[in-house]
């Protein structure tokens, strides 16, 4: 397998003095970012998105074909759009799951049929601001963007952090917003261990050291219920399989694989515990969608903290640390002389699909990033939000997903192997606020922030579901394309003016009641009962 063009970052030369002016740059080809971009283009502004990477659509062109959208009727405007363009695509009237070149397909449809000038490889190394605005964005390749309002619809938020913009990155306390289930959360059912496992290279014998897979074996660090930390839920590649033997590909041996990364699974598996690829959701065409369950899968748990604010290079090095453990799981698992005969064969059956991500291997080309910074703004989303406690007034759009924060470390407590930090707790549709993706007033006043918008850790694992940022992309150039009409601060957009807009182009702002809708069934029927 030729996996040499596989990467999250290679430098690009200095070598470009070209200079793009147009009213709105957005910063990122995610769904979040073609949105946005469309709404600001129907709305006669020019748009540009510089895009970080090769290819558009984000997670969602990149494997995520199970769309983890809550309440279909909460759905509404280009993002409910885009699963009509799908079932255009299937020849039906809507499809809400779907394979990764599907989603691509409606992309680039989309970028053509909008004229939306994408621009690749395009790595942020410097913002220039005047006063409360951001007047240029330069490129690694010497490339300036320079416009009167700038959407950063990346996944990690670089683009808000060079403007000097309030963020946070890890999981707050539950005192800082009076929250329930933020911060460090034990005692939650999924994806825990089932069985009582020894940590240690050699049982019983703590002096051994502990088996590779677990971050943490220090007393001092457990911490307590609710207390706020460093960390970040897991990333993994949400990976295309299929059992078609006419568009198979055995799982090959990946580069700098190492069979111990997995004695802790092999030991789980021996204690009587095959789970590790239980949740695949069945896509279009054979294929599957393959996502982390139970105590040992494809979350990459505890090796991701220095994504959000690290290097390129340093998030290089974690996309391939990810890559290497998620399709090593699968080659140890197809392989190993130790895993029982009946697994092998099960997952034997399986493979990557030939006629996916042809230019990366057919590996997926985008990490699953869950979350990275989150802005602070005038306004931050938080669990009283997703629990209906709370009510915003200037909805943009809702989210209707469970509270879902996958485990943050792996730890050893009482010579056992625990994971810590997933939460799953139904909720009903809900408004999220249009001051959430605006940064404060005193700090940036021509830039939107549609994905890593203010917000707590925990109200993000609601929040920031692919189905709901398109849906807050769309309006970020929405209020955009107004602020521009007015050459106004974001903050100044009259939010009856941006309603009555975001109603025109069929966005929900407003969860109907007399909708029959089972928060717990939607849940349970991805993660089955507790």
């Known amino acids: 397998m ?12 200095k070598v470009s003095d070209l200079v793009v002016k147009r009213d709105v740059i957005v910063y990122g080809a995610t769904p979040s970012g073609i949105t946005a971009a469309i709404q600001a283009a129907k709305m006669g502004a020019s748009v540009v998105i510089a895009e970080f990477g090769r290819h558009i659509g984000g997670i969602t062109a990149s494997g995520l074909g199970a769309s983890d959208c809550g309440a279909k009727e909460a759905i509404g405007g280009l993002s409910r759009g885009f699963f009509r363009e799908l079932g255009y695509y299937y020849s039906t009237d809507e499809q809400w799951t779907f394979e990764p ?39 690694e390749d010497g490339t300036a963007y320079k416009g009167s309002y700038f959407i950063d619809a990346s996944y990690e938020g670089d683009l808000m952090a060079k403007s000097n913009v309030s963020y946070f990155v890890g999981r707050e306390s539950n005192s800082t917003y009076k929250e329930t289930y933020n911060g460090i959360q034990f005692g939650h059912p999924h994806h825990q261990f089932e069985k009582w496992i020894d940590p240690y290279i ?23 219920q609710g207390q706020g930390d460093h960390r970040i839920q897991a990333y993994n590649f949400r990976i295309c399989l299929t059992k078609n033997r006419k568009n198979l590909i055995p799982f090959p041996k990946p580069p700098s694989y190492s069979r111990d990364r997995f004695k802790l699974l092999l030991r789980y598996i021996k204690a009587g515990v095959w789970d590790a690829i239980n949740l695949h959701t069945m896509l279009p065409n054979e294929k599957t969608d393959l996502n982390n369950y139970g105590g040992f899968s494809t979350d990459n748990i505890g090796r991701n903290y220095e994504w959000p604010e690290g290097s390129y290079e340093t998030r290089e090095k974690i996309f391939q640390d990810h890559f290497v453990y998620n399709l090593g799981m699968l080659y140890f698992l197809a392989n190993d002389d130790e895993v ?13 699909a030939q006629d996916e991500f ?24 938080t669990d009283h939000n997703c629990l209906g406690e709370a009510l915003v007034t200037d909805s ?24 810590e930090g997933d ?24 830039l939107l922030v549609p994905v890593c918008l203010s917000s707590s850790h925990i109200a993000y694992g609601s929040i920031r579901m692919e189905p709901v940022f398109m849906i807050l992309g769309q309006s970020a150039g929405a209020a955009a394309a107004l602020a521009l009409r007015t050459d106004s601060a974001v903050q100044a957009v009259p939010y009856e003016l941006l309603k009555d807009e975001l109603i025109k182009y069929g966005q929900v702002l407003e969860w109907d009641e007399t909708i029959e809708d089972d928060p717990v069934q939607r849940m349970e029927s991805t993660f089955g009962k507790s």
Request: proline share 6%; hydrophobic share 30%.
């Open 2 to 13: 030729d996996f040499s063009k596989l990467y999250y970052y290679k430098p690009v030369p």
């Open 101 to 139: 070149q599907a989603a691509k397909y409606v992309f680039d449809h989309w970028i053509k049929k909008y004229k939306i000038e994408v621009i690749y490889n395009q790595h942020l190394e410097t913002v220039i601001t005047k006063g409360q605005r951001i007047t240029e964005a330069i490129m």
């Open 202 to 224: 050699v049982e019983g014998d703590p002096s051994s050291g502990i088996l590779q897979g677990i971050t943490e074996n220090r007393p001092d660090t457990i911490g307590y």
């Open 340 to 352: 029982p005969q009946h697994i092998k064969d099960e997952v034997r059956k399986w493979g990557l």
């Open 358 to 381: 042809t230019d990366t291997g057919n590996w997926p080309h985008q990490l699953y990033i869950r979350e990275a910074r989150r802005m602070i703004s005038d306004y931050i989303m």
């Open 396 to 419: 943009i759009g809702l989210a209707s997903y469970q509270m879902d924060s996958h485990h943050c470390r792996r730890m050893v407590i009482d010579g056992r192997v625990y994971n």
């Open 423 to 446: 939460v799953e707790i139904p909720i009903s549709p809900y408004p999220i606020s249009y001051r959430s993706i605006l940064p404060k007033a005193e700090e940036c006043t021509n």
